[in-house]
Every structure is written in structure tokens, then in C-alpha cells.
């Protein structure tokens, strides 16, 4: 998969590729550390390079030397190659044809599971949203997507049913996709809405959940989670939860021999109205729950950050590091919203032993989720150097480079909730009241409702995204308008300071919103 996709890089800048040398050319060499390829061990001598040895999983090397004319790339293993050329891909910096920058790196990444959990609710992405996301996570070194929509209705209401087979086509291409950029594509399901957990009916509902497991196996998925989330009844019992869990870690799970370790999302998966007390359901998963099982939880409350205090509190409790769900960017709350601010809110100093995963919840708009996705990645894959600010002007350059400033004109006016989450927005502008302001605050104030108007015809015109475009553009109209009655607003201050009360009024009631 690393050959191929830097066959492809170099494909894609109009560079030939010779599967023998030829005098003159540049030579790439790539490998993982246990492989025995002269080759790779000779030039990497040849450069003074050490190797992905001392590295964990998922770690690489990577020298472009410009004196030698050579490129090197050693995987801790096969997914620290792909990542090796994935790295490569940034260090060109030419915008037509390729000039990669020299450079040596060594590389590996601070959290083992990194990815997300399509978990929301609402419309459910698409089938091409999900390949375009799981593309991505390739491009960025996540490597896990977890399978969820709540409103699938074989996912949750009709969970004990088979997927139609032209669902299960589409999910063995999302499947194969997934292998093919190193993500473990997770299937999640949520029975706890009306499982029977004694008796035949139990029986009966314990072989259904087997048989699903059973059909994804067969189509290569290695990873399954089961959700007890946003339910009531009988289904909440964390005792009965345990047991089922217990034995399909030992009948599926560990029987297979080749499965992840199992992923649970519990009844209580946040602090907000979890019994913090010995008796309380995440005590009894500590007490009863096999150590393998993975347990998620959101936080103090559903959308919250991610600290020390929290993750301390859940670890005592369950008896290991949780798997956090961070329920950001999603605005299945608060559908009028579109997020598209910095990733922030993430404590720099935790490590595995606090956190053994960590998944984001996105927006149903998949596109416009990116820009976030492109801040989980860089957090999880370091941690302790993440820089929100700094992570997101790159990502709006990665993102829309070719209309970068109307992007980031949009973006930094799209950030809060207003309602929950609540997160900082228009930071750069300042406001001010007519009673008491200057001409230069006017002056910049107006200069940027001028941007607000021009933004949505610039993204109109340049973006090359155009999913992404398809997505904003609701936003984008209600943006505009924006701009053109913060502009008449201005015009309105004016007005009223000549004293004319009645064209004031008059323009006061024009400008109102619809």
C-alpha cells in the first residue's frame, strides 16, 4: 500500500517511475525494519540514518537527501511506511510539478487509536462520505473509523436484522477502502434498545448479535463495538451488560483469534449522571468486566473537554484507561450550526496511560468536518506539541488552498454552538457601541463586513472542493446577508448621529432580520 500510494504521489506530479535505476534518477527505498533488503540497509549506512527499531508500532524514519539524490523510508511496520509516505506528500513544496523539501524525521505517534465515530444523530453520511473520510484518515494517520449512525435503523432499531445486501456491498467498499489506507474499520452495534438478556428470548437475542459480528467477520472487519448509550429499561442492567460482553469477548472475540479487543459504550458515559459510587454501573464494569474490553466515555458531560480530572475520575472507576469520546465537532444538537473553529480543549499532557483511545464525534456534514478532523489528527498523533491556533491556519491551507482567506473569513465567524459546547468565535473583530467608538474602529469594522460579503463568491468561484462547497453553501448565503447588514448597520450609525430620526427608524426597520 506505501509503494503504490507513492506511485501515485509521483504519478500525480508527472514523474516517471522506473522500477530499475536508471543514471540520473532520484532513488526511493522503502521497507519496514524486519525486513531483510539490502537495499534499504545499505542506504540507509550510506546516510547515517538510524532505523525504525527503537520506534513503537506505526513509527518510521524518512530521509530525502538532496546530496545523493536519494529518499529513504523505513516502517516500524507496514502501516509506518504508509504514514513514511504520507509524511513525504507534506514535504513537497512546489505548487506545479514536485521539489521535496531535505529533511529527516523520526516519527511515531503518541495514541494508538485515533480516529472517529460516525455516532451522530441525524442524516447519516453517505456512502461516498464515508469513503471520502476514510481517504482522509489515510492522508492524516488516523486510523480508525467507527461504524454507528444512530439512525441506521440495522444499526439500532432493527439491529438484530441483516443488512440488505446492497448495504453489505457498499460496506464491503468501505471495508477494503479502509484497509487500504490503515484504518480499522470498526461495526458498532446498539442492541440495548430492546435486547432480552434471560430465558430463550435472551438465547435467541445473544446468537442474533453473533450472526451480525459473524457477517462482518466474514467480510474482513477485525473490530466490533457494542453501545448501550441513550437507552432505558431492562437493556441498562450494567450486570446483564457485563455478562453479555464477557461472552462475546470469549465466544467471538478471543475464539477468533484475530479480533481487536472488544469496544463498549456504556449507560453511563458521562460523569454528568453516572453514580460515582461503588454500586454504580461503572464500578461493576471495574469489578466484572473483562480487563481487554475497551470502555468509552464523553467526559464530565456529554460535550465537554478532555482532562486529567476527568479521565482520573472514569480510569478509578473502571479499572482502566478509557477510550474518550469527544463529542466535537457534532452539532446534532444544535443543527442550525456549522462548526468550523480551532480543536481546542484537549489537555497536552496525557499519555496512554490516562487514555488507551481517543475518537471524534463529527457533523453530519462530512466535508465540512474536515477542518476539525484535521486537529484530532495532529492532537492524537502528538500530543504534547499540539498548537490549536497553529493547527488550524494549516488546516484551512490544506484544506481550501486556493481560497484560503474567504475560507478563513467564513471559519473564524463559524465556531460556537450557542447553546452546550460552547466555543469562541469572531475573535479577531471588535465591536463597539455607538455611543463611544472611533473613526479607525469603524473604519475596521467595515473592512470586514466587506470580507463577510465577498467570502461566499470567492468559495464559489475558487473552491475545488465542491462537496465541501455543496455543504457550506446554505451557510454561506445566510453569511453574505451578514455582511450586508452589518454594512448598513454601519450606514445606520451614521445616519443617526445627523439627527434624522425618521430615516433612521425608516432604515432601522429594513435592516431587521427576516
Same mark, same amino acid.
Given at each position: 500500500?506505501?509503494?503504490?500510494?507513492?506511485? *501515485?504521489?509521483?504519478?500525480?506530479?508527472?514523474?516517471?517511475?522506473?522500477?530499475?535505476?536508471?543514471?540520473?534518477?532520484?532513488?526511493?527505498?522503502?521497507?519496514?525494519?524486519? *525486513?531483510?533488503?539490502?537495499?534499504?540497509?545499505?542506504?540507509?549506512?550510506?546516510?547515517?540514518?538510524?532505523?525504525? *527499531?527503537?520506534?513503537?508500532?506505526?513509527?518510521?524514519?524518512?530521509?530525502?537527501?538532496?546530496?545523493?539524490?536519494?529518499?529513504?523510508?523505513?516502517?516500524?511496520?507496514?502501516?509506518?511506511?504508509?504514514?513514511?509516505?504520507?509524511?513525504?506528500?507534506?514535504?513537497?513544496?512546489?505548487?506545479?510539478?514536485?521539489?521535496?523539501?531535505?529533511?529527516?524525521?523520526?516519527?511515531?505517534?503518541?495514541?494508538?487509536?485515533?480516529?472517529?465515530?460516525?455516532?451522530?444523530?441525524?442524516?447519516?453520511?453517505?456512502?461516498?462520505?464515508?469513503?471520502?473520510?476514510?481517504?482522509? =484518515?489515510?492522508?492524516?494517520?488516523?486510523?480508525? =473509523?467507527?461504524?454507528?449512525?444512530?439512525?441506521?435503523?440495522?444499526?439500532?432499531?432493527?439491529?438484530?436484522?441483516?443488512?440488505?445486501?446492497?448495504?453489505?456491498?457498499?460496506?464491503?467498499?468501505?471495508?477494503?477502502?479502509?484497509?487500504?489506507?490503515?484504518?480499522?474499520?470498526?461495526?458498532?452495534?446498539?442492541?440495548?434498545?430492546?435486547?432480552?438478556?434471560?430465558?430463550?428470548?435472551?438465547?435467541?437475542?445473544?446468537?442474533?448479535?453473533?450472526?451480525?459480528?459473524?457477517?462482518?467477520?466474514?467480510?474482513?472487519?477485525?473490530?466490533?463495538?457494542?453501545?448501550?448509550?441513550?437507552?432505558?429499561?431492562?437493556?441498562? *442492567?450494567?450486570?446483564?451488560?457485563?455478562?453479555?460482553?464477557?461472552?462475546?469477548?470469549?465466544?467471538?472475540?478471543?475464539?477468533?483469534?484475530?479480533?481487536?479487543?472488544?469496544?463498549?459504550?456504556?449507560?453511563? =458515559?458521562?460523569?454528568?449522571?453516572?453514580?460515582?459510587?461503588?454500586?454504580?454501573?461503572?464500578?461493576?464494569?471495574?469489578?466484572?468486566?473483562?480487563?481487554?474490553?475497551?470502555?468509552?466515555?464523553?467526559?464530565?458531560?456529554?460535550?465537554?473537554?478532555?482532562?486529567?480530572?476527568?479521565?482520573?475520575?472514569?480510569?478509578?472507576?473502571?479499572?482502566?484507561?478509557?477510550?474518550?469520546?469527544?463529542?466535537?465537532?457534532?452539532?446534532?444538537?444544535?443543527?442550525?450550526?456549522?462548526?468550523?473553529?480551532?480543536?481546542?480543549?484537549?489537555?497536552?499532557?496525557?499519555?496512554?496511560?490516562?487514555?488507551?483511545?481517543?475518537?471524534?464525534?463529527?457533523?453530519?456534514? &462530512?466535508?465540512?468536518?474536515?477542518?476539525?478532523?484535521?486537529?484530532?489528527?495532529?492532537?492524537?498523533?502528538?500530543?504534547?506539541?499540539?498548537?490549536?491556533?497553529?493547527?488550524?491556519?494549516? &488546516?484551512?491551507?490544506?484544506?481550501?488552498?486556493?481560497?484560503?482567506?474567504?475560507?478563513?473569513?467564513?471559519?473564524?465567524?463559524?465556531?460556537?454552538?450557542?447553546?452546550?459546547?460552547?466555543?469562541?468565535?469572531?475573535?479577531?473583530?471588535?465591536?463597539?457601541?455607538?455611543?463611544?467608538?472611533?473613526?479607525?474602529?469603524?473604519?475596521?469594522?467595515?473592512?470586514?463586513?466587506?470580507?463577510?460579503?465577498?467570502?461566499?463568491?470567492?468559495?464559489?468561484?475558487?473552491?475545488?472542493?465542491?462537496?465541501?462547497?455543496?455543504?457550506?453553501?446554505?451557510?454561506?448565503?445566510?453569511?453574505?446577508?451578514?455582511?450586508?447588514?452589518?454594512?448598513?448597520?454601519?450606514?445606520?450609525?451614521?445616519?443617526?448621529?445627523?439627527?434624522?430620526?425618521?430615516?433612521?427608524?425608516?432604515?432601522?426597520?429594513?435592516?431587521?432580520?427576516?
Amino acid at each position: 500500500d506505501a509503494v503504490a500510494d507513492l506511485k *501515485d504521489f509521483l504519478s500525480e506530479n508527472g514523474i516517471q517511475v522506473n522500477e530499475t535505476s536508471v543514471e540520473g534518477d532520484t532513488t526511493f527505498v522503502l521497507g519496514e525494519s524486519d *525486513d531483510e533488503i539490502a537495499a534499504l540497509d545499505s542506504a540507509k549506512e550510506a546516510l547515517g540514518m538510524s532505523g525504525a *527499531d527503537s520506534l513503537g508500532e506505526e513509527g518510521y524514519v524518512l530521509k530525502v537527501d538532496a546530496a545523493s539524490d536519494t529518499v529513504v523510508i523505513e516502517g516500524k511496520d507496514g502501516d509506518g511506511t504508509f504514514y513514511g509516505v504520507q509524511t513525504l506528500r507534506q514535504l513537497d513544496t512546489a505548487e506545479d510539478g514536485m521539489q521535496l523539501a531535505e529533511a529527516e524525521v523520526s516519527d511515531e505517534p503518541t495514541m494508538a487509536t485515533r480516529g472517529t465515530i460516525e455516532g451522530f444523530y441525524g442524516n447519516p453520511w453517505t456512502h461516498e462520505d464515508r469513503l471520502s473520510q476514510i481517504e482522509f =484518515y489515510g492522508d492524516y494517520k488516523m486510523n480508525t =473509523y467507527i461504524y454507528a449512525p444512530k439512525d441506521d435503523p440495522y444499526h439500532r432499531e432493527q439491529w438484530r436484522e441483516p443488512y440488505p445486501q446492497s448495504e453489505m456491498d457498499r460496506m464491503q467498499e468501505l471495508i477494503d477502502t479502509a484497509n487500504e489506507n490503515k484504518v480499522d474499520f470498526v461495526f458498532a452495534l446498539s442492541p440495548g434498545i430492546d435486547i432480552q438478556f434471560g430465558g430463550e428470548a435472551g438465547e435467541a437475542d445473544y446468537q442474533a448479535l453473533v450472526n451480525k459480528c459473524q457477517s462482518l467477520y466474514d467480510m474482513g472487519v477485525r473490530s466490533f463495538a457494542i453501545f448501550f448509550d441513550d437507552i432505558s429499561g431492562d437493556g441498562t *442492567d450494567p450486570e446483564r451488560q457485563t455478562e453479555l460482553l464477557n461472552r462475546l469477548d470469549a465466544d467471538f472475540v478471543r475464539a477468533k483469534g484475530d479480533v481487536a479487543p472488544l469496544v463498549v459504550c456504556p449507560t453511563d =458515559y458521562s460523569r454528568l449522571w453516572a453514580n460515582p459510587t461503588p454500586q454504580g454501573s461503572l464500578a461493576i464494569y471495574g469489578r466484572t468486566l473483562d480487563p481487554s474490553v475497551r470502555v468509552f466515555w464523553t467526559g464530565d458531560v456529554v460535550c465537554s473537554d478532555l482532562t486529567p480530572e476527568t479521565l482520573a475520575w472514569v480510569d478509578s472507576r473502571i479499572g482502566r484507561p478509557a477510550f474518550y469520546w469527544w463529542n466535537y465537532p457534532v452539532t446534532d444538537y444544535a443543527r442550525h450550526i456549522l462548526m468550523q473553529g480551532p480543536v481546542y480543549g484537549l489537555d497536552t499532557t496525557l499519555t496512554t496511560d490516562d487514555l488507551c483511545g481517543f475518537v471524534s464525534n463529527p457533523m453530519e456534514h &462530512g466535508e465540512a468536518s474536515k477542518l476539525a478532523l484535521y486537529g484530532v489528527a495532529d492532537y492524537t498523533w502528538n500530543t504534547a506539541a499540539y498548537n490549536p491556533i497553529d493547527n488550524w491556519e494549516r &488546516g484551512l491551507a490544506e484544506l481550501v488552498p486556493e481560497a484560503r482567506e474567504a475560507y478563513r473569513t467564513f471559519a473564524i465567524h463559524s465556531c460556537d454552538t450557542e447553546t452546550g459546547y460552547r466555543r469562541d468565535e469572531s475573535w479577531e473583530t471588535e465591536t463597539f457601541r455607538i455611543a463611544d467608538y472611533t473613526p479607525g474602529q469603524a473604519a475596521a469594522l467595515r473592512e470586514e463586513f466587506g470580507r463577510v460579503v465577498a467570502a461566499p463568491g470567492v468559495l464559489e468561484e475558487r473552491c475545488a472542493n465542491r462537496e465541501l462547497l455543496a455543504e457550506l453553501r446554505p451557510w454561506l448565503a445566510e453569511f453574505r446577508k451578514l455582511g450586508e447588514r452589518g454594512l448598513r448597520t454601519l450606514d445606520l450609525i451614521a445616519c443617526y448621529e445627523t439627527g434624522d430620526d425618521a430615516a433612521f427608524w425608516s432604515g432601522y426597520v429594513r435592516n431587521r432580520m427576516s
